[in-house]
């Protein structure tokens, strides 16, 4: 059923990405309702899949009940599309930035394809291991920090395209219809403000779970590396910004390495981790 | 909308009658742009009956009497032109009345007036709301005027059933070109493209502080939608305190001299160069200490010839930098973009005009009736 309805959530979200891109290259006015409710729709679907999956989840082991399902990878994609394209209409409509779909819609969708594409929907029971209070809300708060963190990355890229385009002296279509420098910086240094103590806190009660279950903090596990450089590169982007002023540019290409490091994370060090054989 | 007496109905009738013509309803227009005409038959035609849109439009009143049921006329900088309502033989005689008023030597001047009748007055009447026969293509000022002209001629009743439908199409058709087609889209002049610039770097334009330096035209000209745009704070600076006084008393602001000039920048957001100088004022030796710690971008606008800012300062992170060229090529690609837009507009004028036409003749009809 969630292939179905995720399926249905993707086509939805590349139609949007789509009419955000009209709305870009053709500056077609119109095309801005139509890219958000058409991500509205997709969300709808996309949650409606979801709370489908948790049921199915919650029925199939009641022990689990407390949890949702995103021990594995098809799960964890879904959850982290859903709520990057939540952070995403939510930022398009407070900030009013029309042009944002045309950034943060392929992150969203990638990890919606991959999902379909490279994963089974199967559902499986959590592991024995991972029934603790900790990790109900440990896997959640890394998610959504995620999404935030995609959203983020985001709006660093679209931060850095206006850059070169007006540092060029030759600013094309795009520099009109992306914001100003300074509306993208402070949004980019909010979002990080937002997800970077969630992340910290993350990890934190990650360690405390592991320290239950596996009988150790810290194990300088391949995940558990890949998250600490995560966490120092967003912190010292923030420490930067904060103590010497750092603002634009190097902020953004910063940004832009703590969202490899992400990628780094959630898939190549979960490969290479020898505990983390589940999400 | 401008609500006048006699607004007409909308005709729903779209077939052209086949009666005839009446004969005392036809539109006309009479006039000179900055095409055909020079300047000084436009101030000369400006100028006529005291200079006043009014006064003009009465003495053509009691000029033509009878011959003339409505009148409107549009005066600018770079038009003058009569929108009459009457007889067939009224657009000649408005063009030979103009002539004999106005001081016409050659015989190319004397054709610079030009008179369209009916459809031709009505295709020329929509081009021009468009901003199609303007002199910069798809300018927006010209609907204003167009509108204020109409305003003028509805307050003092000489405006009717033809000019009302007329002249609201018009102003319909006009805002209607600007929005389908790109016709009026991009700046084309340097101080709009320069603030439209610095609105993509800074946020709020409330925060910025800007420094002028050096007290030159073509800098105050190239900053003025700058200045006139609310800015935290205006510093001038110039050679002599004197004149950065001056300017500082005009504009409201600070006045500083050159010996400032680090000190400024510093402060600044936005920076105007142009000063008369054979070398670079503004070097990477200079900016780079003062960038060290700066939060916010630093756009410089370096309209000097030379230029007052090292070419080798546009590579440093958080700097912006254009020249008087830099601003002159975006304005040209923008103009480029316009001109490219124009077959669009003419195509949406064609169709605006044939559905319109046959209501207007049915108009017409109506009124001989």
């Known amino acids: 059923m969630e292939t179905m309805t995720l399926s249905l959530s993707c086509v939805l979200s590349c139609a949007a990405f789509l009419a955000s891109c009209l709305y870009l290259f053709k500056r077609t006015p119109q095309a801005i309702g139509v890219w958000k409710t058409l991500l509205a729709a997709s969300v709808g679907i996309h949650l409606i899949g979801f709370i489908l999956r948790t049921a199915d989840f919650w029925a199939l082991s009641p022990v689990d009940r407390f949890f949702l399902p995103v021990n594995t990878f098809f799960g964890a994609l879904s959850f982290l599309a859903l709520v990057t394209n939540l952070f995403c209409l939510k930022l398009a409509h407070k900030h009013n930035i029309s042009v944002l779909g045309v950034f943060v819609l392929p992150i969203s969708l990638a990890a919606q394809a991959a999902a379909l594409a490279f994963f089974a929907a199967t559902i499986q029971p959590l592991d024995e291991k991972m029934h603790s209070a900790l990790n109900i809300i440990h896997p959640l708060i890394l998610m959504s920090t995620y999404g935030t963190l995609a959203n983020a990355f985001a709006v660093a890229g679209a931060f850095l395209i206006q850059d070169w385009q007006i540092k060029s002296r030759r600013p094309g279509e795009f520099c009109w219809q992306i914001p100003s420098l300074e509306v993208l910086d402070r949004l980019n240094s909010r979002l990080m403000l937002i997800a970077v103590p969630l992340l910290a806190l993350g990890i934190l009660l990650g360690s405390l779970w592991a320290r239950g279950a596996w009988g150790r903090l810290w194990g300088w596990d391949a995940k558990e590396i890949a998250s600490l450089v995560t966490l120092l590169i967003y912190t010292s982007n923030i420490t930067m910004r904060w103590a010497f002023g750092w603002r634009g540019r190097w902020s953004a290409l910063m940004n832009l390495l703590g969202f490899a490091s992400i990628l780094l994370t959630f898939f190549v060090a979960d490969l290479a981790s020898k505990v983390h054989d589940y999400l | ?369």
């Not at chain 2, 005709?11 to 055909?36: E, F, W």
């Not at chain 2, 439009?57 to 009457?86: K, P």
């Not at chain 2, 657009?91 to 030009?114: F, S």
Request: with cysteine; aromatic share 6%.
């Open chain 2, 1 to 369: 909308m401008i609500i006048c007496k006699d607004t007409p109905t909308t005709l729903t009738d779209s077939s052209i009658p086949a009666l005839g013509m009446p004969t005392g309803s036809h539109l006309h227009i009479v006039g000179t742009n900055h095409k055909t005409g020079s300047i000084q038959m436009r101030e000369a035609l400006a100028k006529l009956w005291g200079g006043n849109i009014k006064g003009a439009m009465q003495a053509m009143r009691s000029r033509f009497g009878g011959r003339q049921s409505e009148i409107c006329i549009l005066s600018t900088c770079n038009r003058y032109e009569i929108y009459a309502v009457g007889d067939p033989g009224l657009g000649r005689d408005i063009k030979t009345a103009l002539l004999a008023e106005v001081p016409v030597v050659t015989q190319d001047e004397a054709q610079a007036l030009y008179a369209y009748q009916d459809e031709d007055a009505l295709d020329h009447l929509f081009r021009v709301a468009s901003g199609l026969d303007s002199m910069v293509i798809g300018e927006t000022e010209i609907l204003g005027q167009v509108k204020n002209a109409y305003e003028v001629a509805c307050s003092l009743s000489y405006t009717k059933g033809i000019l009302n439908t007329v002249m609201q199409k018009s102003l319909y058709v006009g805002k209607k070109t600007r929005t389908q087609t790109e016709l009026s889209r991009g700046k084309i002049s340097v101080a709009s493209v320069a603030l439209d610039l610095a609105t993509k770097i800074y946020a709020d334009f409330n925060t910025v502080t800007i420094a002028v330096v050096g007290a030159g035209a073509m800098g105050l000209e190239t900053a003025r939608n700058l200045l006139h745009s609310k800015p935290k704070s205006k510093i001038f600076l110039s050679r002599t305190l004197e004149r950065a006084e001056a300017l500082a008393t005009e504009f409201g602001g600070t006045a500083k001299t050159l010996e400032d000039l680090p000190e400024v920048i510093t402060a600044s957001d936005i920076l105007v160069t142009q000063l008369a100088t054979e070398t670079p004022v503004i070097t990477q030796a200079l900016l780079k200490p003062l960038l060290h710690g700066r939060q916010r971008a630093l756009f410089i606008l370096d309209i000097a010839m030379p230029r007052n800012v090292a070419e080798d300062v546009a590579t440093l992170s958080g700097v912006y930098l254009y020249n008087l060229n830099d601003l002159k090529d975006i304005c040209d690609a923008n103009m480029r973009n316009r001109s490219g837009e124009v077959d669009k507009a003419v195509a949406l004028i064609r169709q605006e005009l044939s559905k319109f036409l046959p209501n207007y003749f049915r108009r017409l009809l109506t009124i001989s009736r």
